[in-house]
């Protein structure tokens, strides 16, 4: 039931994110009242209660924000890193060490996501890795965190890309 419950909450903040960035049609989700105009719909409202909640999180709270913490975990083989992106983008290229376990199927494959050790997700842009991080929070899971630069910001610091293609 959990996993049916968190696939729900996954697909509804895809839903929900992805209709919330297109300004028309945010403006399109609330009704409009006589003299309203579309500059004037401000629906960030919903939004307040969830900016309060991450503001006031402690720095690395859930994340890795350093390239050199990253490498240090990995060189150390403390922790497993996981590529939630789509298999395809893995194997064009990804940070040496991690194993592919697409966002899509992470609930499918849980016995891979370690208890024991540190575990870290990246992605491309950090979105994937942040509903990943939640999804197995709310499974129960302590020693989730993302690496928030993602493989773009480990490519940036001119950093090794192991590709299979």
């Avoid at 720095?59 to 298999?87: C, F, M, S």
């Avoid at 940036?156 to 192991?162: K, M, Q, W």
């Amino acid at each position: 039931m959990k996993k049916i419950t968190l696939t729900l909450i996954i697909g509804w903040l895809s839903i929900g994110l992805w209709w919330g960035s297109i300004p028309h049609a945010a403006a399109m989700a609330n009704p409009l009242t006589t003299g309203s105009s579309l500059e004037s719909i401000d629906n960030r409202s919903s939004f307040l209660g969830v900016d309060e909640f991450l503001q006031s999180l402690p720095d690395n709270y859930y994340t890795v924000k350093r390239i050199g913490e990253l490498k240090k975990l990995l060189q150390d083989k403390e922790a497993v890193l996981i590529d939630v992106r789509e298999p395809a983008e893995f194997k064009s290229g990804h940070i040496p060490g991690a194993i592919n376990i697409p966002l899509r199927s992470l609930t499918q494959n849980l016995e891979k996501v370690s208890k024991d050790r540190p575990v870290i997700l990246y992605c491309s842009s950090g979105y994937r890795t942040a509903m990943g991080v939640m999804a197995l929070q709310m499974l129960g899971y302590s020693n989730i965190q993302g690496f928030p630069p993602s493989i773009q910001g480990w490519k940036a610091n001119g950093e090794r890309i192991l590709s299979s293609v």
